[in-house]
């Protein structure tokens, strides 16, 4: 009875999302709209750094903690979401910055995390 009952929610699932556009469609009905066609939100996250602001942010980061830098790639992802959070008014940001560039093996506290968001504001991220 179970697999009766998992098959029909199954097939009411199925034929529920089987809805598309049919041959008969007019293509007149494609063409974007003003909304679909805006640029995407801005996030909060910014670019990618590169070249001499690559290295003024990783030389930050590296004197709150070098091993921090161990994957530099890492640290700049790390530090780009922290970015939308300060930018973001999240709560408690030191605190977070403490969790997302630290991790179990080596854990970082909340005033590496406020130093980690004073090099973010000078480098990566400053504020408006």
Avoid: W
């Amino acid at each position: 009875m179970k697999k009766f009952a998992v098959l029909a929610c199954l097939a009411a699932v199925t034929a529920l999302s089987v809805t598309g556009c049919s041959p008969d469609d007019k293509k007149d009905d494609a063409k974007p709209t003003a909304a679909s066609s805006a640029p995407a939100a801005d996030t909060g996250i910014p670019p990618k750094p590169t070249g001499a602001d690559r290295d003024a942010y990783l030389k930050a980061i590296k004197a709150v903690d070098p091993t921090l830098v161990t994957d530099e790639d890492k640290a700049i992802d790390a530090g780009r979401n922290q970015c939308q959070a300060l930018d973001g008014g999240a709560s408690n940001t030191d605190h977070f910055a403490a969790a997302r560039f630290g991790n179990d093996a080596h854990p970082l506290t909340d005033a590496q995390g406020k130093a980690l968001n004073a090099a973010l504001r000078k480098t990566l991220c400053p504020a408006s």
